[in-house]
């Protein structure tokens, strides 16, 4: 029997939605094993549930979405939170560190009809079962994720930083070797090392590894001269709101 699925969007850009649409040729057997019942980029059939699988991309940024979110943890059996902004509140979460009426003037023309928060992770909200980090997650955790919950088990998603990545591809180390400001020893690998493959400096886009050093991470910045506020922001861009991060995000 096939496995009913739903996915669901809150605030975010709908790239992670876009990145499991690349599921390309193994599509076929995909759909053989999952029902999607509920997709509204790919479909307008939409079917109410309840869900084995539900598929949350976004952060939570209004109180309508706290009862949405709410709503779909109810009736779902495994929730799957996929993407930065539904994991940690991603680059949307950037405006928690501005007042709520500053960024709702910079936004829209008519604040006052707006109904709008801080932007949160959906665990602050609900019960998560599998955090696909990523912005978006790389192909091959979203199928690692999706062949998990087929067999019933936990999914194998990597928790070492992207170093691990870059010595597997014999990259040379832009941090220690280039002084460059690479956020690879703090991040979650899973991407493949992408950017350092190509002599650029990981951006931090899978939020923080199992168990950072971020305070030797800091003094390393500041040693290739990086300012306090430039660190700050190295850290808020993608998962300042995370455990790990929110003391030098400042929030």
């Known amino acids: 029997m096939k496995l009913k699925v739903g996915a669901f969007k809150f605030t975010s ?7 499991f649409l690349r599921i390309n ?9 999952l029902d999607f019942q509920n997709w509204a980029m790919a479909s307008s059939n939409v079917q109410p549930g309840p869900y084995d699988i539900a598929i949350v991309e976004g952060g939570i940024s209004t109180p309508e979405s706290i009862e949405e979110i709410k709503t779909i943890r ?10 930065d902004c539904a994991v940690f509140g991603g680059i949307p979460s950037m405006r928690n560190w501005m007042k709520q009426r500053e960024a709702e003037s910079l936004t829209y023309p008519k604040p006052e009809y707006l109904r709008s928060m801080k932007v949160s992770s959906v665990d602050e909200y609900v019960k998560v ?6 912005c978006p997650p790389h192909l091959d955790n979203i199928l690692e994720a999706f062949k998990a919950a087929i067999l019933d088990i936990k999914p194998r998603l990597r928790q070492h930083p992207v170093c691990i990545e870059c010595k597997f591809y014999e990259n040379e180390c832009l941090l220690t070797t280039y002084r460059q400001a690479c956020m690879g020893p703090v ?3 899973g991407c493949g090392a992408i950017c350092p493959s190509v002599s650029r400096p990981c951006e931090g886009c899978y939020g923080p590894m199992s168990n950072p050093n971020v305070k030797s991470m800091v003094e390393r910045l500041r040693e290739i001269g990086l300012a306090d506020d430039d660190i700050m922001r190295k850290f808020r861009k993608y998962a300042g709101t995370s455990e790990y991060y929110r003391e030098v995000a400042r929030l």
């Open 129 to 134: 079962d599998v955090y696909l980090k990523g």
């Open 13 to 19: 850009c709908s790239g992670c939605q876009v990145e």
């Open 74 to 83: 109810r009736n779902s059996r495994l929730l799957i939170a996929i993407g």
């Open 187 to 189: 991040t979650a690998a």
């Open 25 to 33: 040729e193994n599509l076929p057997g995909i759909l053989n094993l």
